[in-house]
Structures are given as structure tokens and as C-alpha cells.
């Protein structure tokens, strides 16, 4: 196999992982906003986060 050929193969194959992990990413900000939208959060003050040290 050519030097280019194996370049090129790397290339789509880094490009693919990268959609892959995008497509991920984008999935999982969908599910925490549909979450905050429908209130299943909780919300702590930096001060009640300190009391838990």
C-alpha cells in the first residue's frame, strides 16, 4: 500500500471518530437541557457545596 493511500485511510478514519464523538457530545447537551427545561435538576449554592466538605 502507498504512503498516500495509508495517509488518506488515516485521515477518514480520524475524521469518522471525531463525527462519532461530536454526534455524543451533542446527544448528551440535547438530554441535560431537555432536563433543565423540565426541572429534573437540583441547584446548590457554592455555599451549601461547602457544608458537604
Known amino acids: ?9 488515516t485521515s477518514k478514519e480520524n475524521s ?3 463525527t462519532g ?3 455524543e ?7 441535560s437541557i431537555a ?3 423540565a426541572g429534573d435538576f437540583i441547584t446548590k449554592t457554592i455555599d451549601e457545596l461547602e ?3
Open 16 to 18: 469518522e471518530k471525531e
Open 21 to 23: 464523538k461530536n454526534t
Open 25 to 31: 457530545y451533542f446527544s448528551m447537551l440535547d438530554k
Open 51 to 53: 457544608t458537604y466538605e
Open 1 to 9: 500500500m502507498k504512503r498516500e493511500n495509508i495517509l488518506d485511510k
Open 35 to 37: 432536563e433543565a427545561e
